[in-house]
């Protein structure tokens, strides 16, 4: 070890610079620590118990996360010793390999060189220390960018469920209203399946395959659950679980489904670990995998998010073809099927679902919301790292369409899809 070398180690730091590390470090840690344990205490007096359960999973993942980034510091001696042909190192490369007399970083550690010494010619170090430290890095923007979309997430689809308290406020006056009377409830229940089929199902046209997914496609952007929608849905929701609890407070119950999901979309499962370890493989120079990459959440938001808008319509449908056979088997003479207010209801099925499987909409979910939080830590990631102008980064007019879809899909899933998948689900 050179002179040089030796002054860096701790040996021969001022003590005073080691204990004011540490504190700073242990400070802020804590605080962090402390902080989220304070939350966790408060949601557990609120009874928010699918709250709780979420920043116990995030606490987890950021656990998983850190644990990595040790991982990677006690085994970086020993990765940077492992040495491989030269001639492998200039395969698959992120950038064009420069000279080394043209490649310089602003924040190059100063025991970069240490390692590549000790590779026989025509061997290079398999991972060098500099590149283990900005994967330490890279590991850090990931955690705190993961839970900011996270709370992002909850912020904007509780705004979006928060909204439907107006129509939940009527529709229960109403109900109060009308129960003073048994015409007055029948009558009410008519309104409610008018309204929803004639958004829905009027007119024969809206029988067709291709109109119905073009009208899908166009309702997420404006509107994705409208008042008809929502009500005719709780009123199949009650109709199917609690049929004697006509004024069943179901705005509150859609704000703890809302919790239980965003209790699954906190966590990191091993598939979406497998896709960060995918797009790092596929980043090669000239394929411009990020640009491209940042339209696959957006195209499987939209078709999420049509498939759902979808499935309304059928219910819609469905509904109207039930009461129109249950009228004509009235008029015939036969037995009416109604529920106990004598309304046909809006009937929930799985078999709507691809593969009638609900689970399947949810992984989508899940994992549009966690390539698209991963593309912007890889983002700031780079910025931190290597400057605005690295070859990462590529060209202006391939960073600004990748931030904007990414603020569009964060937006338009978090305050559109997730709620609406929640409502869907539940009838």
């Not at 902080?35 to 205490?41: A, E, N, R």
């Not at 839970?147 to 109900?175: H, N, P």
């Not at 009208?215 to 509107?223: D, L, V, W």
């Not at 009461?323 to 046909?344: F, I, M, P």
Request: aromatic share 14%.
């Amino acid at each position: 070890m050179s002179e040089e070398e030796g002054s860096n180690s701790l040996e021969y730091t001022p003590t005073w610079v080691v204990a004011v590390v540490c504190f700073v470090i242990v400070l802020i840690s804590l605080c962090a620590e402390r902080s989220l344990h304070k939350l966790g205490k408060f949601l557990h007096g609120r009874k928010q118990d699918a709250l709780y359960e979420a920043l116990e999973k995030l606490k987890e993942e950021l656990m998983l996360l850190g644990f990595i980034s040790l991982l990677l510091t006690v085994f970086q001696k020993l990765i940077s010793k492992i040495c491989i042909p030269s001639h492998i190192s200039y395969d698959m490369l992120p950038c064009k390999k420069a000279n080394s007399a043209n490649v310089h970083h602003g924040r190059r550690l100063l025991s970069a060189g240490a390692g590549a010494g000790h590779c026989k010619p025509g061997k290079v170090p398999f991972l060098s220390l500099e590149a283990l430290h900005h994967l330490h890095i890279f590991i850090f923007v990931l955690a705190v960018v993961h839970v900011i979309f996270c709370v992002t997430t909850m912020v904007l689809g509780g705004a979006r469920i928060r909204q439907w308290k107006y129509w939940e406020d009527k529709i229960r006056s109403d109900i109060k209203a009308s129960k003073k009377s048994r015409f007055g409830l029948d009558h009410l229940h008519a309104r409610i399946h008018r309204d929803f089929f004639k958004q829905h199902a009027e007119g024969n046209w809206r029988k067709a395959s291709l109109v119905r997914w073009m009208e899908a496609f166009s309702k997420q952007f404006y509107g994705s659950v409208s008042e008809s929608d929502y009500i005719a849905l709780r009123q199949g929701f009650i109709n199917e679980h609690c049929p004697r609890l006509p004024d069943f407070d179901f705005h509150k119950y859609m704000l703890r489904t809302l919790e239980v999901d965003f209790r699954k979309v906190v966590g990191i499962s091993w598939y979406l670990w497998l896709f960060v370890v995918l797009f790092l493989l596929l980043n090669l120079d000239g394929w411009h995998t990020y640009f491209w990459l940042s339209f696959l959440p957006l195209i499987l938001l939209l078709l999420v998010g049509a498939k759902l808008e979808h499935i309304i319509i059928r219910l819609a449908q469905a509904n109207a073809t039930k009461k129109t056979g249950d009228q004509e088997a009235q008029q015939s003479g036969g037995r009416r099927k109604t529920d106990e207010n004598g309304t046909s209801r809006v009937k929930p099925s799985d078999a709507y679902f691809w593969f009638g499987r609900p689970g399947i909409v949810f992984v989508l979910i899940h994992f549009i919301l966690f390539q698209n939080s991963f593309e912007i830590a890889f983002f700031f990631w780079i910025l931190c790292t290597y400057g605005f102008h690295s070859c990462i980064m590529e060209k202006v007019g391939f960073i600004i369409p990748r931030l904007v879809i990414s603020v569009i899909v964060q937006v338009l899933c978090s305050y559109c899809t997730l709620p609406l998948y929640a409502i869907v689900t539940q009838v």
